[in-house]
């Protein structure tokens, strides 16, 4: 099948622009018209009813079950995408903290794909980082990136964390593992609804949480169209030639 004329219906997400200017100096074709569009890209998340219409089309979307291609299931993609929201962290903590990461102690709970690409920036940044996490595997990994390791009973153990990044997307901290951090702490939930944290618990604790959610399309937009862009047209070489 030959794909030469694409749509780009949704672009209240400026991504969205960003992949069609990618996908355009490729050497695609735009199109306004969706009937004209050989394939059609959807946003992240794509919604069910973003696909009404689209029965006849070649879709490309993301997080969802739908009839098509999921790139957010691409793993050059997740790795990548990965990298911008660490990096996003990063400015995140700059912007909410009047703290050097140079010597702060950080905890990061969870070592996926993002945390592992946190952890990079933060060791690069001098910053003593502790990572928290269940798999045996993950701690070796941990380890032999070069942070200390402890596992989740250890959060119910006072500890003097100037601040910690959450990338696991259940509750971590109760009241009683937000009760075991020193005052003053800020947290920074990078991990999907519902996030990693009692919010309610860490209000009447006076714990700060910063909502670290969606942070390629926040800080990075143009790098994160061009990743989708990247993906789809990789999709399309290996998998619809």
Not at 66 to 80: H, R
Not at 134 to 152: D, L, Y
Not at 212 to 221: E, I, M, N, V
């Amino acid at each position: 099948m030959k794909f030469k004329t694409f749509a780009v219906p949704y672009i209240t997400d400026e991504r969205m622009i960003y992949a069609g200017e990618y996908l355009a100096s490729l050497g695609y074709e735009r199109t306004d018209k969706i009937d004209n569009a050989d394939f059609v890209v959807l946003p992240i998340p794509t919604k069910k009813q973003m696909l009404d219409g689209l029965d006849n089309k070649t879709v490309f979307y993301a997080s969802g079950d739908f009839d098509g291609y999921d790139y957010n299931k691409n793993e050059s993609f997740l790795l990548e995408n990965a990298y911008l929201t660490a990096e996003g962290a990063f400015c995140l903590f700059k912007e909410n903290c009047d703290t050097a990461l140079y010597r702060a102690e950080i905890l990061i709970t969870g070592y996926g794909r993002i945390a592992q690409a946190l952890h990079k920036i933060l060791d690069a940044a001098g910053a003593n980082v502790t990572v928290c996490s269940r798999s045996a595997e993950s701690e070796s990994r941990a380890v032999f990136a070069g942070a200390k390791h402890i596992g989740f009973d250890e959060l119910l153990k006072p500890s003097g964390y100037d601040a910690v990044f959450n990338t696991v997307p259940h509750i971590v901290f109760t009241k009683k593992e937000l009760g075991c951090l020193k005052k003053g702490t800020k947290i920074f939930d990078l991990a999907s609804f519902p996030g990693g944290v009692d919010t309610l618990c860490a209000k009447s604790e006076g714990i700060e949480i910063i909502d670290g959610r969606k942070l390629p399309s926040r800080y990075s937009k143009k790098s994160a169209g061009y990743l989708i862009g990247k993906t789809v047209h990789k999709i399309i070489e290996e998998d619809l030639s």
